[in-house]
């Protein structure tokens, strides 16, 4: 059936969501949800949902390398996306890959100035990083971007509390 998904990228998107739905309803299911995503990609490798969703799977599955692999397909097809970029250097941080996540982040904030979730996940992952003053800076950035933005506020507070600035981290809570 994956010949069906041929001029259908929306479809891709839809698949990749099935293909999640597999691998969470039943471990059993991982193989026919990988040769979906294998599909998809095969199908659309222009396409950067399909690698997005098939690094998401390898992620959720335990396959770090795999998953390393797609993310970086999806950010070499747009690499002015914010969604798979902060996708990825989301993914990157939480592995302890903070360096290269930033470079990401520095080069997504370049593009986006104004996109307060590229500051939000620097503000994370320069605090990953234990880089306060960084940390300090990109959520600050985040809030004047978006002052609604509260896990803007939360990280500022959390960053200033352990850089020994408690009095600081009480003000914004």
Request: a negative charge; glycine letters at 6%; aromatic letters at 10%.
């Amino acid at each position: 059936m994956p010949h069906l998904l041929t001029f259908q990228p929306r479809l891709v998107e839809h698949l990749g969501d099935l293909a999640h739905i597999l691998r969470d309803e039943d471990h059993y299911m991982d193989l026919e949800a990988e040769k979906w995503l294998k599909a998809c990609v095969d199908v659309c490798p222009d396409l950067q949902t399909a690698f997005v969703n098939r690094a998401e799977f390898y992620a959720r599955t335990g396959r770090w390398d795999q998953a390393i692999q797609n993310y970086e397909s999806a950010w070499q097809i747009q690499s002015s996306s914010s969604k798979a970029g902060l996708q990825f250097a989301s993914f990157l941080r939480k592995r302890g890959k903070s360096g290269a996540a930033i470079e990401i982040l520095n080069e997504l904030a370049r593009r986006s100035p104004n996109s307060y979730q590229v500051y939000l996940e620097l503000g994370n992952t320069h605090a990953a990083k234990a880089e306060w003053q960084q940390a300090i800076n990109a959520y600050e950035t985040a809030i004047r971007l978006e002052p609604g933005a509260v896990e803007a506020y939360f990280g500022l507070a959390k960053t200033y509390e352990v850089s020994g600035k408690g009095e600081t981290s009480l003000e914004l809570l």
